[in-house]
Protein backbone atom coordinates (compact mmCIF):
# COMPACT_ATOMS: atom_id res chain seq x y z
CA UNK A 1 0.00 0.00 0.00
CA UNK A 2 2.77 2.21 0.37
CA UNK A 3 4.32 1.76 -2.51
CA UNK A 4 1.05 2.47 -4.52
CA UNK A 5 0.63 5.77 -2.13
CA UNK A 6 4.31 6.52 -3.32
CA UNK A 7 3.51 5.87 -7.03
CA UNK A 8 0.27 8.59 -7.01
CA UNK A 9 2.03 11.13 -5.06
CA UNK A 10 4.97 10.78 -7.49
CA UNK A 11 2.44 11.32 -10.64
CA UNK A 12 0.66 14.48 -8.85
CA UNK A 13 3.94 15.93 -8.13
CA UNK A 14 5.13 15.12 -11.54
CA UNK A 15 1.70 16.88 -12.57
CA UNK A 16 2.03 20.05 -10.50
CA UNK A 17 5.26 20.34 -11.42
CA UNK A 18 4.66 20.80 -15.09
CA UNK A 19 1.88 23.20 -14.65
CA UNK A 20 4.08 25.41 -12.87
CA UNK A 21 7.57 24.92 -14.45
CA UNK A 22 7.17 23.83 -17.72
CA UNK A 23 5.75 26.23 -20.85
CA UNK A 24 2.26 26.42 -21.08
CA UNK A 25 0.12 25.57 -24.00
CA UNK A 26 -1.41 29.33 -24.44
CA UNK A 27 2.19 30.61 -24.99
CA UNK A 28 2.33 28.01 -28.17
CA UNK A 29 3.22 29.74 -31.35
CA UNK A 30 1.23 28.57 -34.85
CA UNK A 31 2.69 29.81 -38.22
CA UNK A 32 0.23 29.53 -40.97
CA UNK A 33 2.18 29.98 -44.51
CA UNK A 34 0.27 30.52 -47.52
CA UNK A 35 2.38 30.24 -50.43
CA UNK A 36 1.76 32.11 -53.10
CA UNK A 37 3.20 30.67 -56.62
CA UNK A 38 5.57 32.39 -59.09
CA UNK A 39 3.91 32.79 -62.22
CA UNK A 40 5.86 31.10 -64.85
CA UNK A 41 8.78 33.23 -67.38
CA UNK A 42 9.82 31.86 -70.21
CA UNK A 43 12.56 34.16 -72.11
CA UNK A 44 13.41 32.20 -75.31
CA UNK A 45 16.67 33.15 -75.51
CA UNK A 46 19.42 35.13 -73.06
CA UNK A 47 17.87 38.90 -72.92
CA UNK A 48 20.02 42.18 -73.98
CA UNK A 49 19.86 43.89 -70.39
CA UNK A 50 19.96 47.82 -69.80
CA UNK A 51 22.13 49.17 -66.65
CA UNK A 52 19.54 51.33 -64.44
CA UNK A 53 20.85 54.42 -64.00
CA UNK A 54 23.45 55.01 -61.50
CA UNK A 55 22.68 51.42 -59.90
CA UNK A 56 25.05 48.90 -62.18
CA UNK A 57 21.39 47.33 -62.03
CA UNK A 58 20.52 45.58 -65.16
CA UNK A 59 16.83 44.37 -66.47
CA UNK A 60 15.99 43.61 -70.14
CA UNK A 61 13.65 45.97 -71.13
CA UNK A 62 12.14 43.60 -73.58
CA UNK A 63 10.28 41.11 -70.51
CA UNK A 64 7.35 42.59 -68.95
CA UNK A 65 7.97 40.77 -65.62
CA UNK A 66 10.16 43.20 -63.13
CA UNK A 67 13.71 40.95 -63.15
CA UNK A 68 17.01 42.51 -62.37
CA UNK A 69 20.37 41.12 -62.87
CA UNK A 70 22.86 42.04 -59.97
CA UNK A 71 26.15 40.79 -59.17
CA UNK A 72 25.98 37.31 -61.02
CA UNK A 73 22.06 35.97 -60.22
CA UNK A 74 18.74 37.08 -60.95
CA UNK A 75 16.21 38.91 -58.52
CA UNK A 76 12.61 39.05 -59.45
CA UNK A 77 9.68 40.70 -57.19
CA UNK A 78 6.38 39.15 -56.63
CA UNK A 79 3.13 39.88 -54.38
CA UNK A 80 5.73 41.19 -52.01
CA UNK A 81 7.83 37.99 -51.82
CA UNK A 82 11.43 38.10 -53.78
CA UNK A 83 12.88 35.31 -55.87
CA UNK A 84 16.44 34.73 -56.80
CA UNK A 85 18.04 32.43 -59.16
CA UNK A 86 21.25 31.62 -60.97
CA UNK A 87 19.65 32.22 -64.58
CA UNK A 88 17.32 34.31 -66.41
CA UNK A 89 14.58 31.46 -66.54
CA UNK A 90 15.11 30.21 -63.04
CA UNK A 91 14.74 28.03 -61.34
CA UNK A 92 13.65 30.60 -58.97
CA UNK A 93 14.11 30.23 -55.50
CA UNK A 94 12.36 32.62 -52.58
CA UNK A 95 14.32 34.39 -50.49
CA UNK A 96 14.16 36.58 -47.36
CA UNK A 97 13.78 40.11 -48.22
CA UNK A 98 17.15 40.63 -46.01
CA UNK A 99 18.98 38.94 -48.23
CA UNK A 100 18.14 41.51 -51.92
CA UNK A 101 20.74 43.70 -52.22
CA UNK A 102 19.83 47.44 -51.23
CA UNK A 103 20.70 48.45 -54.88
CA UNK A 104 17.95 46.02 -56.32
CA UNK A 105 15.65 46.71 -53.81
CA UNK A 106 16.43 51.02 -54.12
CA UNK A 107 15.36 50.33 -58.46
CA UNK A 108 13.34 53.69 -58.61
CA UNK A 109 9.97 52.72 -59.40
CA UNK A 110 9.64 53.94 -62.88
CA UNK A 111 12.23 52.91 -64.28
CA UNK A 112 10.57 51.55 -67.33
CA UNK A 113 9.64 55.35 -68.41
CA UNK A 114 11.43 57.77 -70.33
CA UNK A 115 13.85 56.75 -72.64
CA UNK A 116 16.81 54.06 -72.04
CA UNK A 117 19.95 55.72 -71.05
CA UNK A 118 22.40 53.29 -72.03
CA UNK A 119 22.51 50.77 -75.29
CA UNK A 120 21.19 47.32 -74.80
CA UNK A 121 23.98 44.60 -73.92
CA UNK A 122 24.37 41.55 -74.77
CA UNK A 123 23.38 39.28 -71.68
CA UNK A 124 26.91 36.83 -71.90
CA UNK A 125 28.58 40.58 -71.87
CA UNK A 126 26.84 42.00 -68.86
CA UNK A 127 27.84 38.10 -67.52
CA UNK A 128 30.91 38.54 -68.51
CA UNK A 129 32.09 42.14 -67.04
CA UNK A 130 29.28 43.40 -64.76
CA UNK A 131 31.89 43.03 -61.91
CA UNK A 132 35.12 45.23 -63.90
CA UNK A 133 32.24 47.53 -65.41
CA UNK A 134 31.54 48.10 -61.79
CA UNK A 135 34.30 48.24 -60.09
CA UNK A 136 36.41 50.58 -62.81
CA UNK A 137 32.60 52.75 -62.76
CA UNK A 138 32.13 52.35 -66.23
CA UNK A 139 28.62 53.05 -66.96
CA UNK A 140 29.79 56.27 -64.89
CA UNK A 141 32.57 57.46 -66.52
CA UNK A 142 30.30 56.64 -69.80
CA UNK A 143 27.80 58.63 -68.94
CA UNK A 144 30.07 61.87 -67.97
CA UNK A 145 31.64 61.79 -71.39
CA UNK A 146 28.14 61.66 -73.05
CA UNK A 147 27.26 64.70 -71.08
CA UNK A 148 30.32 66.42 -72.25
CA UNK A 149 29.52 65.74 -75.62
CA UNK A 150 26.34 67.32 -75.41
CA UNK A 151 27.76 70.06 -74.07
CA UNK A 152 30.41 70.72 -76.21
CA UNK A 153 27.57 70.21 -79.17
CA UNK A 154 25.14 72.56 -77.29
CA UNK A 155 27.59 75.31 -76.33
CA UNK A 156 29.02 75.01 -80.45
CA UNK A 157 25.27 75.27 -81.43
CA UNK A 158 24.59 78.11 -79.23
CA UNK A 159 27.40 80.57 -80.58
CA UNK A 160 26.34 79.40 -84.03
CA UNK A 161 23.01 80.99 -83.37
CA UNK A 162 23.83 83.86 -81.54
CA UNK A 163 26.35 85.06 -84.32
CA UNK A 164 23.64 84.23 -87.23
CA UNK A 165 20.75 86.27 -84.97
CA UNK A 166 23.74 89.62 -84.91
CA UNK A 167 24.42 89.35 -88.95
CA UNK A 168 20.73 89.55 -89.80
CA UNK A 169 20.19 92.49 -87.35
Known sequence: MKRKTFVIKAVL????????????????????????PLPPLVIPAPPGLVVIPGSYVYYPPGVEADIFFYHGYWYRPHR??????????????????????????????GFRRGPVAYERVPYRDVRTHWKTWERDRHWDRDRHEKREDRRDDRREH???GHDHERGMR
Do not use: K, Q, T
Open 13 to 36: LAFVFSIFLLPSAGNAEVNVSVSV
Open 80 to 109: GRWFRAAEYNGPWLGIAIGRVPRAVIGVPP
Open 158 to 160: EGH
